[in-house]
């Protein structure tokens, strides 16, 4: 794939614009039920901006987003969690972009165990740049690429079933994973951007 091709679209991806209106789809997963439906926000405050610590919870005080501010910018882990406890993702920010590894579980019926890992994805700047794994519900890997300025240099997927899944346009598939994701990572974002720190 062209550098170019594949960085378009992730920018489309990244500004795919998902409005406020929309956020009902993905809050129940997140928020989960409350005795009034609301969420709290606490957050560390210096000099009229976000500095320090940010937390969103639910109306019984538990975790729903964890993460950190540096001069109004989302800076380090920002921790999601369902109405249960378990993480759903963790994304990470330095400066206010991506950055770091994108980690996120299945988060559906576990049958009583931990969830397992869904995506681990390394990002630089706001562009996948490294490892892009993921994996199904049953454990079973699902892909597994390589991706180094904006350019896949080696790359596999699997059947459930842990059969190799033949890929016509390896291109193909993993733009279409990407843009899915980017536009859950932009919904989460959104989310945040609903219960903004009050400074």
Known sequence: MKPKKFIDVMRRALRHSITLALLPAIMPSLAGASADGALRVSAACEG???????RVESAQGNPRIEGAYANGLRDGDF???TADGAKMIVLPYTKGLLHGTIKAWHVGDSGGGDPGLKLVSDIRAGFIQGRHRTWYENGQQRSDFVIEDGEITAGKAWNPDGTVLE???SSQFLNTEI???????HRLEQVMDAYPPDC
């Open 48 to 54: 009229g901006v976000a500095s320090g610590a940010y």
């Open 79 to 81: 921790v999601f969690y």
């Open 167 to 169: 890929i016509k346009d």
């Open 179 to 185: 843009e899915n994701d980017f536009s859950y990572y």
